[in-house]
């Protein structure tokens, strides 16, 4: 079965520092990833997706993620951080062969000001 | 473009009462459609999901069932609440073709008194 783990329950960062956010999955074949962004009581919103090619993927917001096949981790990151960044942040994976999206437990980023 | 509608936003309903919450879809066709549970703002649920009318698989048995009437509407049903019903619960729609990413309602916050 595919899988995504999410090791960090929170992360908390200094605003303008670098922040990282990380995932790790369990898949067979080629893996389809994502990342989404919750704020409170708020669906949740795309931010960028890893399907083929290049390992570093660009998205909204300023995020990126670097896709490492070697270690089967696909890490959310963002050069400098924002205070409005506080949020909750899903990996996700959608399962080959099926239309099921699987996703981690979640990150709480608190960005301190 | 493609929007998705989620209502009611909030909801009190006493144990033993039916529930009925709806989705629907705009902008696209034979979207595949899902329904999840967030307990406790954290990880994600997967109920029901959905690949065309009236074609709905569950994932978790439970006292909830869902319905897919029309092509772009899903509804997520009970007849009779649990308190352990209650939580977040998020629609969500996504293309046919496996790369693509899925895109979620607002939200409905179910309470279960």
């Known amino acids: 079965a595919q899988s995504v783990a999410q090791p960090e329950d929170q992360v908390n960062v200094a605003e303008g520092n670098p922040l990282t956010v990380k995932c790790t999955y369990s898949?067979?074949?080629?893996?389809?990833l994502f990342w989404y962004v919750q704020y409170p009581n708020r669906g949740l919103q795309f931010l960028l997706k890893?399907?083929?090619?290049?390992?570093l993927v660009k998205g909204s917001y300023g995020f990126e993620a670097e896709f490492n096949k070697s270690q089967t981790s696909f890490h959310l990151k963002k050069p400098s951080a924002l205070v409005s960044d506080s949020a909750l942040y899903f990996c996700?994976?959608?399962?080959?062969?099926?239309?099921?999206?699987?996703f981690g437990t979640g990150t709480r980023l608190k960005v301190l000001a | 473009s493609q929007t998705i509608h989620q209502w009611p936003a909030t909801l009190v309903q006493p144990v033993g009462s039916p529930l009925s919450l709806e989705c629907t879809v705009e902008g696209t066709s034979n979207p595949n459609l899902y329904w999840y549970r967030q307990a406790a703002g954290r990880g994600l649920q997967l109920l029901f999901y959905?690949?065309?009318?009236?074609?709905i698989s569950s994932e978790v048995p439970q006292n909830l069932s869902a319905s897919r009437p029309q092509d772009r509407q899903f509804i997520l049903s009970s007849k009779k609440l649990l308190l352990s019903d209650s939580g977040f619960y998020l629609c969500?729609?996504?293309?046919?073709?496996?790369?693509?990413?899925?895109?979620f309602g607002q939200g409905t916050r179910l309470t279960v008194v």
């Open positions: 969500a729609w996504s293309r046919e073709t496996e790369n693509t990413e899925a895109f």
């Open positions: 890893y399907i083929t090619g290049d390992n």
């Open positions: 996700a994976v959608r399962e080959v062969g099926t239309y099921k999206y699987i």
């Open positions: 898949v067979s074949g080629n893996p389809y």
């Open positions: 959905s690949v065309g009318i009236g074609q």
